[in-house]
């Protein structure tokens, strides 16, 4: 059975949207695979002008590297995940930044399968970086990692 992402991801972000208000945070993103869809649920959520400073969709590898700060090398890793989210928190001045980075498919790359993904936030000095493998076509891997996403950063906001 298919998960409602779109609801569930919009449900995800209204919980960070008061976690994030309540506690004065800025929150940040930085997308590869995903192309900007976290940002979008986060810029539709409760007074997102508030706590929502922005996100960077780094789709091509030079753009991890050049704006993200990311280290030359694979980008379909946990460390350009963590360096993804450390970079985009870092240029945004967020206290907290979430970053996806991965293989959508429908074709293996960096040698990793499609479905792919690697998930990071950053909070407080500390970085958290998950690795799922979603089924699918490109589109299911992008929701199931937006979904999944928001679901990492609204559980590191209980957390801290």
């Given at each position: ?9 919009q449900?995800?972000?209204e919980r960070?949207?008061?976690?994030a208000?309540?506690?004065g945070?800025q929150?940040a ?15 539709a959520?409760?007074d997102a ?5 922005g996100g ?7 753009v ?6 990311v280290?030359?090398?694979?980008v ?7 360096q993804m989210a450390?970079?985009v928190?870092?240029?945004l ?6 970053a ?21 936030v950053?909070?407080?000095?500390r ?6 493998r979603?089924?699918g076509?490109?589109g299911r891997?992008v ?7 928001l679901?990492?950063?609204y559980t ?5």
């Open positions: 059975m298919r998960r409602n992402n779109s609801s569930e991801a449900d995800a972000a960070i949207a008061a976690s208000k309540a506690r945070l929150i993103v930085a997308e590869s695979l995903t192309s900007g869809r976290i940002a979008c649920r986060l810029g959520a409760s002008s508030t706590w929502f400073a960077v969709v780094a789709y091509a590898a030079e991890k590297f050049n704006v993200l700060g280290e030359p090398g694979p379909v890793t946990a460390r350009c995940a963590a450390n970079g928190a870092r240029l001045g967020a206290e907290v930044a979430v996806a980075t991965g293989v959508g498919g429908p074709e293996p790359d960096e040698g990793h399968p499609p479905g792919t993904v690697y998930l990071a950053s909070s407080g000095g970085v958290d970086v998950v690795q799922h979603f089924d076509d490109p891997v929701d199931e990692a937006t979904t999944t996403a679901e990492l950063l590191s906001l209980k957390a801290d």
